[in-house]
């Protein structure tokens, strides 16, 4: 099994900037992929960002050219940089980790606030 800590929510005006942090441990051989996925409320949960252990990234289109994920692979860590923060982006953001399509797992979310 794997277990997700997530850090980094917050408050902040729109235009700020926040920095989320993901560390995986357990059985963090298995992981390929590790990213973040947020689910504002009333709203299914989407993806954000990910990217796989070769440096390989995916961006929602409402994310791109605002944030940034990176992943320290020897300390199973991922990053998201997330700048020019909107109102829109609030939600409640979750750590993904997983091997897909065999198998995934879920931090428990932190929430970022965004006020205009």
Request: glycine share 12%.
């Amino acid at each position: 099994q794997v277990q997700l800590v997530e850090s980094g929510g917050g408050l902040v005006q729109a235009g700020g900037s926040l920095r989320l942090s993901c560390a995986a441990s357990g059985s963090i051989f298995s992981i390929n992929t590790m990213g973040w996925y947020r689910q504002a409320p009333g709203k299914q949960r989407e993806l954000v960002a990910l990217i796989t252990s070769g440096g390989s990234t995916n961006y929602a289109d409402s994310v791109k050219g605002r944030f940034t994920i990176s992943r320290d692979n020897a300390k199973m860590t991922v990053f998201l940089q997330m700048n020019s923060l909107k109102p829109e982006d609030t939600a409640v953001y979750y750590c993904y980790s997983g091997s897909p399509p065999q198998w995934h797992a879920w931090g428990q979310g932190t929430l970022v606030t965004v006020s205009s």
